[in-house]
């Protein structure tokens, strides 16, 4: 059991150029999500996604788009990379039950650098 | 914005002393949880309490909550050098989006 996977752990990217960050969880979740955290802050998220074939902005979606690609699939697209968005992202899923209280499962990250 | 903001952002202390660090956000919340994050990794849930609770144990931790306050507590006691992280409270800002306060960053001292 693997819990949730990112692809890749780093990247450096000149600006202008794009890449997709791959995401997959094992639990079974329905709910993925996508977050960056930057320097001694919090996490922000970008967008996430309640179920399979739905998606929805969160904080801070422009620069990026989304695709829930399965149940256990969730990436995030950088279409023109910009210094702003060097950032640390985190995919996560969370537990089941829309009227419980839930936790939700990170993954390890991926460090980008936007030159 | 943020939801949560903890105090203080940074706390060192030595092994064996209690940490304690706060959490205060604006809007009403269903429940209110903490995450730690170990440097350079992803973060991990730690506990949750639902607005009608005022207190919960888990193992070293204790969490408190205080709605009229709009604030929670979260007390490691008998800290370790393990403890040193970054933690961080979270609100369910709708049914299943949660929004993270900035975080405290906690060194233990050995």
């Known amino acids: 059991n693997a819990g949730v996977t990112q692809t890749p752990k780093f990247q450096v990217l000149k600006t202008g150029q794009s890449m997709t960050l791959q995401c997959a969880q094992d639990?079974?979740?329905?709910?993925m999500y996508w977050y960056r955290q930057d320097p001694g802050m919090g996490l922000r998220l970008i967008y996430y996604s309640a179920s399979e074939g739905t998606t929805d902005k969160g904080e801070v979606p422009n620069g990026y788009n989304v695709s829930r690609l399965n149940k256990r699939e969730f990436s995030l697209r950088l279409e023109s990379a910009a210094p702003s968005q060097t950032s640390v992202y985190f995919c996560?899923?969370?537990?089941?039950?829309?009227?419980?209280?839930?936790?939700?499962?990170f993954g390890p990250g991926t460090r980008l650098t936007v030159t | 914005s943020q939801q949560g903001e903890e105090d203080p952002q940074a706390l060192s202390i030595q092994e064996g002393e209690n940490a304690t660090m706060n959490c205060s956000y604006k809007t009403s919340i269903n429940n209110l949880q903490w995450y730690r994050q170990n440097s350079g990794r992803g973060l991990v849930h730690l506990i949750l309490i639902r607005s009608n609770e005022r207190e919960k144990h888990s193992g070293r931790l204790r969490v408190t909550l205080d709605t009229s306050k709009k604030s929670s507590s979260l007390l490691i006691t008998a800290s370790r050098a393990a403890d040193t992280a970054s933690y961080f409270c979270a609100t369910d800002g709708s049914s299943y989006k949660l929004i993270f306060g900035s975080g405290t960053r906690l060194l233990v001292r050995p």
């Open positions: 639990m079974n979740h329905n709910s």
């Open positions: 996560a899923s969370r537990t089941e039950g829309w009227t419980d209280p839930y936790e939700q499962y």
